[in-house]
């Protein structure tokens, strides 16, 4: 009797405000309703359904249909994603998002990411790879055939596995990359470019922003200096000197595209990425005139690079593809060495590129340097015997193994400068820490969120301490540490970008006194634009260098 009277009270109560609603304009009326509408739904999918399906992870609301955390993303994604894991409890379970209708699962636990990584069965990065590749331009010809299963018995590089080129291309990678002989060719390429460019009168005739100062000082703006040596200094390296000569403003274009690549990565529209568009496009014609060129006529180059454009002719593809493919690997060595077209174009496109990942860790280390007089000067006396015999370069071997101090800022400023993400598509319904992730969504691994995370790296997590990996020598073998990704996707290229930012910054410190020019505020990272690596800096940091007295 009750239930029935509660019922009829409502029943008369809606009545009443719905005749009083007839009284009301139009456009109140429909504002109304979709007010009305927008908080059903929105009880519905944030409350009733975790509800029935406890198993999922819980998703982090937002207000828009469709939309989901489209622009708090693109805004400023670390904080987007901090702010959904603390809104979670910040127990660090796996929970999710929704960019433009599509569900994605964020994982930020050490074990969580270690149980992705091992699975390779139903999370699928091939799906992920071939969407960016057809979105670079790649023809679906070319997309078709470097997927297609290779005999084991082909000619050129061994494939006794019978992989695919997309595949195999990454263990190419490995062979150019890993510590050994075609390693030491292609540092020894970098550090005949640092010899050649380090130094004063070089500085002001091949850089029109080197400014003369007192005395024999020069000052620059440390980041756009260190994008144009790291991208001239990957470009002759990897690709001789023809590419230069083809177009001599190619790394500029480069550097126009690098700063517009997350809209590739993250496949927007020809009509809504149209100035990445055009610089990527520019890079294609060069190098289409660069593979038109016989491989008798270049010179120079990487091991790497015939030995793929061998592999790639092989399946016929045109100059065209190519050259697409290419531009991943341009886009690779630009970042900071990574591993093989298509699987570099994700994989290796990510963390470890030689334009841009070494240039922003070549900057943000000098930065966190210049900072602290005495770590400068004790990194000055630490490299100072690398140079055996006086060499013009210093001895990789020595840098990597004696200069504790110097691997130690590297291994601080990757962690607090790292904001790249792995991400993968979830083809079968599947568990990961006690989860249930849906097939058809997908996932991702912010590692930014993994290398701040308190419970490892300490309460400190937000300052820069160059002896943190020093004390604890555990911290790199911990799964919390993922600066180069992890398991399939792990970046051959990290190796070759260590090697080449230390060789750089202790060839400038033998030959320059360097600091920074007057008084500045340190530069704050741009964290809103997801990037392949390393992330960029919302400003400039002057720095005076001066040639040191013999």
Known sequence: MATKSLARLIEDHCDYHLIALTGLPLLVRVGLGLGLSLLVWRCIRFTVLPIL?????????????????????????????????LYCGNTREPFAISLAGKRIYVLTKASDVAEAYCNIETLSFNIFVQEMLK??????ACVEAMYKP???????FPNPHSKPLATLARDMHLQQLYPGEHLDLLGQAFDRFFDHDLHGDTILHNYAYALAGEGASIVVPLMAWCSDVFCRAGQDAYFGPLLGQIDPEMTEKFLEFDELSYQLLFQYPRWLSLKM???????VEDLMVYFDTPQERR????????????????????????????????????????????TMLTKSLRRTRINTNTR??????????????????????????????????????????????????WDETVRMSAFSASVRHVTKDTI????????????????????????????DVQAFRFDRFLKDKTLKRGNSWRPFGGGTTQCPGRFAAKQVVLSFIATLFKRFDVQ????????????GNPVLGIMASKSELRVRISPRKA
């Open 432 to 459: 990961i820490g006690g989860k249930l992730l849906r097939k058809g969504s997908r996932l991702m691994i912010p590692y930014r969120q993994m290398h701040f995370d308190e419970s490892t790296f300490g309460a």
């Open 516 to 527: 920074i020019d007057g008084q500045q505020p340190f530069p704050e990272g741009q964290l």
């Open 135 to 140: 979105t670079a331009g790649g023809t679906s």
């Open 277 to 283: 568009q055009k610089a990527k496009d520019a890079l």
């Open 150 to 156: 290779l005999l084991a018995d082909k000619a050129g």
């Open 53 to 85: 399906y406890p198993d999922d992870p819980q998703e982090y609301p937002y207000w828009i249909p469709g939309l989901g955390h489209l622009f708090s993303f693109f805004r400023n994604s670390n904080k987007l994603l901090a702010r959904g894991r």
């Open 360 to 409: 922003k860790s070549a900057f943000w280390m000098l930065a966190y340097i210049l900072q602290d007089a005495e770590l400068y000067r004790t990194l000055v006396a630490e490299i100072q015997p690398a140079f055996i015999n006086d060499q013009k370069a210093p001895h990789a071997e020595y840098l990597l193994k004696e200069c504790t101090i110097l691997n130690g800022v």
């Open 299 to 342: 010179h120079g180059d990487a091991w790497f690079v015939k030995a793929m454009e061998d592999e790639m002719r092989a399946l016929q593809l045109s100059n065209y593809d190519i050259s697409v493919l290419m531009v991943t690997i341009y886009w690779g060595y630009a970042s900071c060495l990574p591993h093989g077209p298509i």
